[in-house]
């Protein structure tokens, strides 16, 4: 049997082809359906790059008000949603809470829509899904934390709505617009592995719900959208231990343990800078105001910086700004992950979207390392079970 050449962790394979997204890293560029990711958030909102990520084109003006107009309808959960949620046992985690209701959300889908993959139908199906999981993120979280239900509001925009439905309350607009940048940083970022797992689910010809709660599960693992909740509690931790002026040994003490330093490094940037940090780097000084503890948080993720750079040539990935931004915006670090996947909703549907119209069953091969030529022992019978 010929051996095929094994590269773990698909590191470097294409296993696509997609008219999505890339990550040009020569040119350090985040490149979605020809635009430049950094550009798409500092110019427009969330729904406008989510409008281009599902229907392939920016919104003209009627378009994003019809867009938007849509999303405030559907993103209240359906009836009998809250119950399914309520019945969620305490403490389980945001993540679980999570994927158990966008799951659940494919029954409150007409079945002959459920099993429609044209592009239509999954672009309605996916319009649905984006605007009803933040509730779904928001709802499980306040259930399984005994925390009173927020009603989504279809007079406030999406990310004003989902910070309202985290909070309980409408933020000022500057929360509101670096809200809404954080959303378009983690709208799409080309083949992660929790959109390889929506793809790999949707090229079996699955539904797009399916897709949906495989990418939740992917996304919980600390080495991906995990990471910005680790992000964030790194920086409690050593605020704790000493804050600033003991933040870099720390991290040096760490390092020589072989940990980890979750929000560091990327399989594709590895030792080049994250373009969707740079962005989100700029945004912290202003937020900083919002937290008592707030300067002294970003003296020590500079720490944190500096020592990664010095002694790993890392820099830090979309998560570390990401999760030191969303505790300053005040909102709980058990959220952190569940909004990263909110976001990457419309990035998700995209794929989905392509791989239902053009994919092939993704079925790969192994290179098998185990024995051969065994044999069942002589005498040995059947379990009883
Ligand atoms: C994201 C990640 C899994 C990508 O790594 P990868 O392509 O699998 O690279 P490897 O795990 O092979 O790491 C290569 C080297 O860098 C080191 N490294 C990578 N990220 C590191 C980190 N965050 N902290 C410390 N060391 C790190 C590894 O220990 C390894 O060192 P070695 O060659 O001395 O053994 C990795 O950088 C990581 O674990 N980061 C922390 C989790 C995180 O922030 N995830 C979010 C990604 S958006």
Same mark, same amino acid.
Request: aromatic letters at 6%; charged letters at 25%.
């Given at each position: 049997?010929?051996? =095929?050449?094994?590269?773990?962790?698909?590191? /470097?394979?294409?296993?696509?082809?997609?008219?999505?997204?890339?990550?040009?890293?020569?040119?350090?560029?985040?490149?979605?359906?020809?635009?430049?990711?950094?550009?798409?958030?500092?110019?427009?909102?969330?729904?406008?790059?989510?409008?281009?990520?599902?229907? /392939?084109?920016?919104?003209?003006?009627?378009?994003?008000?019809?867009?938007?107009?849509?999303?405030?309808?559907?993103?209240?959960?359906?009836?009998?949603?809250?119950?399914?949620?309520?019945?969620?046992?305490?403490?389980?985690?945001?993540?679980?809470?999570?994927?158990?209701?966008?799951?659940?959300?494919?029954?409150?889908? @007409? &079945?002959?829509?459920?099993?429609?993959?044209?592009?239509?139908?999954?672009? +309605?199906?996916?319009?649905?899904?984006?605007?009803?999981?933040?509730?779904?993120?928001?709802?499980?979280?306040?259930?399984?934390?005994?925390?009173?239900?927020?009603?989504?509001?279809?007079?406030?925009?999406?990310?004003?709505?989902?910070?309202?439905?985290?909070?309980?309350?409408?933020? @000022?607009?500057?929360?509101?617009?670096?809200? @809404?940048?954080?959303?378009?940083?983690?709208?799409?970022?080309?083949?992660?592995?929790?959109?390889?797992?929506?793809?790999?689910?949707?090229?079996?010809?699955?539904?797009?719900?399916?897709?949906?709660?495989?990418?939740?599960?992917?996304?919980?693992?600390?080495?991906?959208?995990?990471?910005?909740?680790?992000?964030?509690?790194?920086?409690?931790?050593?605020?704790?231990?000493?804050? +600033?002026?003991?933040?870099?040994?720390?991290?040096?003490?760490?390092?020589?343990?072989?940990?980890?330093?979750?929000?560091?490094?990327?399989?594709?940037?590895?030792?080049? &800078?994250?373009?969707?940090?740079?962005?989100? @780097?700029?945004?912290?000084?202003?937020?900083?105001?919002?937290?008592?503890?707030?300067?002294?948080?970003?003296?020590?993720?500079?720490?944190?910086?500096?020592?990664?750079?010095?002694?790993?040539?890392?820099?830090?990935?979309?998560?570390?700004?990401?999760?030191?931004?969303?505790?300053?915006?005040?909102?709980?670090?058990?959220?952190?992950?569940?909004?990263?996947?909110?976001?990457? =909703?419309?990035?998700?549907?995209?794929?989905?979207?392509?791989?239902?119209?053009?994919?092939?069953?993704?079925?790969?091969? =192994?290179?098998?390392?185990?024995?051969?030529?065994?044999?069942?022992?002589?005498?040995?019978?059947?379990?009883?079970?």
């Amino acid at each position: 049997m010929t051996e =095929v050449e094994l590269r773990p962790g698909l590191e /470097g394979v294409p296993a696509t082809a997609t008219s999505v997204s890339v990550l040009d890293t020569e040119a350090e560029q985040i490149v979605v359906r020809g635009y430049d990711l950094i550009e798409l958030a500092q110019r427009l909102a969330y729904p406008d790059v989510a409008h281009l990520l599902i229907h /392939g084109h920016l919104p003209d003006r009627s378009e994003q008000e019809g867009f938007c107009r849509r999303l405030a309808q559907a993103a209240l959960l359906p009836p009998g949603m809250e119950e399914l949620l309520a019945a969620l046992p305490s403490g389980m985690e945001a993540m679980d809470g999570l994927r158990t209701g966008i799951s659940a959300l494919a029954g409150w889908e @007409d &079945p002959g829509l459920l099993a429609d993959r044209s592009p239509e139908a999954d672009r +309605a199906k996916a319009e649905r899904l984006l605007a009803r999981a933040p509730a779904v993120a928001a709802g499980a979280w306040r259930a399984t934390t005994g925390r009173d239900q927020v009603r989504a509001d279809p007079e406030l925009g999406f990310a004003e709505r989902f910070l309202h439905l985290v909070l309980g309350s409408v933020p @000022d607009a500057d929360a509101v617009r670096a809200f @809404d940048r954080i959303l378009t940083c983690y709208s799409e970022h080309e083949l992660p592995n929790s959109t390889f797992a929506a793809r790999v689910v949707a090229s079996t010809w699955s539904d797009l719900y399916g897709a949906a709660t495989a990418a939740v599960a992917s996304l919980k693992g600390p080495l991906h959208g995990g990471a910005n909740e680790a992000s964030a509690h790194l920086l409690l931790e050593l605020q704790a231990k000493g804050g +600033a002026a003991r933040a870099g040994a720390e991290i040096k003490e760490r390092l020589s343990r072989g940990e980890r330093i979750m929000g560091f490094g990327h399989r594709v940037y590895m030792r080049r &800078p994250d373009p969707r940090a740079e962005l989100l @780097d700029r945004e912290l000084p202003g937020l900083a105001a919002r937290r008592p503890d707030g300067e002294e948080l970003l003296q020590i993720a500079e720490a944190v910086r500096t020592v990664m750079l010095e002694e790993k040539g890392l820099y830090p990935n979309t998560d570390f700004p990401i999760g030191i931004a969303l505790y300053l915006l005040g909102i709980p670090i058990e959220l952190d992950t569940p909004i990263f996947y909110c976001a990457r =909703v419309a990035g998700l549907m995209a794929h989905v979207i392509e791989e239902h119209e053009h994919g092939r069953l993704y079925r790969p091969r =192994v290179a098998y390392r185990g024995p051969r030529g065994q044999h069942v022992p002589e005498g040995m019978a059947p379990s009883p079970c």
